[in-house]
């Protein structure tokens, strides 16, 4: 193998149960051009003995990191792994997600083709079981699109996208000084990418396909602690949308207030993820905001066109939180 790569594929490492098909997958491209750097966040003893089992057929560095790190702050332990690399090219991949074998030499095809002018390119996604069985194909991707057509599409529910789809350049992520960072990781990936979009777009790489694990172990599971960090995060993310496009939705009424309807829907989509079973179906029908406008909690933001985000999102979250949840805003049992 070549002792430098302009390609590093980057696997934050905890969970082994499907790690051998991750790496797998690697093994399996049809162009070796990259090197794979795992960071094991203090994980279980297998996560290195399924990359030994790999040394004869990838380019892999292994580093255990002593001190687990994702449990509390996940993108911090995407950064000190990516530190680990210096690649000009990096994608994170998640340690269960799988790519298909023509994915690396289609990145470089289309990095040869587009003369490396974008800072963000992307894959097509399925999502497949614990037993590799495709569950679901979502649409294609545009072949480019501005961060704001790509965050409009996402918060009107039409769109998946997930970490391991999405490779960048090393110096976008130095320059926008890396990960946004939310609590849990929770948007902070589609956050980033709004940012690593800014100014030349999202480019698709059409032909090849990554597949992303729906197992029932993935950090998208957790009890109430986890729920209301997933909800600071929401709220977060909501108040970072709005402040990012502040100036070009200022000027634009009507832009505006379709962005602000969109935030709203995602908003309200999402708290319906985070709820209890049996809660679900309550949350996502109009009863739900009808309980704040009876309660004259936020009647004045529900009525003008142009109401303030912020509170509107706040309010709910505090009600989320007491009435649904069960528990204070830290999270903490009433």
Sequence with gaps: MNDKHALAIIIPAYKPDFF????ASLAAQTDKRFRVYVGDDAGPAEIRKVCEGFVGSLDIRYHRFDENLGGRDLVSQWERCIALSDEPWIWLFCDDDVMAPDCVSSFYAHLEK???????YRFNTSRI??????????????PLETSLEFV?????????SFVS??????EVHERKCGFVNFPLAWCADDATWVKYGEEKGVYTIPQSRVYWRQSGVNVSMGGRIYHTQKLDALVAYMDWLTNLFAEVTRV???LQQQFTSLQKRF??????LLAPFGFKSYLVQPCFPKVFSASGMIRKTLILLRFDFHYYINNVKHYFCANVLKCDSLGSKK
Excluded at 152 to 160: A, N, T
Excluded at 165 to 170: D, G, Q, V
């Design 20 to 23: 051998h098909s991750t790496l």
């Design 114 to 120: 587009t003369g490396g002018q974008f800072d963000l």
């Design 129 to 142: 079981d614990s037993e590799g069985k495709t569950i679901y194909t979502a649409p294609q991707h545009p």
């Design 152 to 160: 409009c599409s996402k918060m009107s529910l039409k769109r998946d």
């Design 165 to 170: 789809e999405y490779i960048f350049s090393r």
């Design 252 to 254: 634009d009424e009507e």
């Design 267 to 272: 908003f309200l989509a999402h708290l319906g």
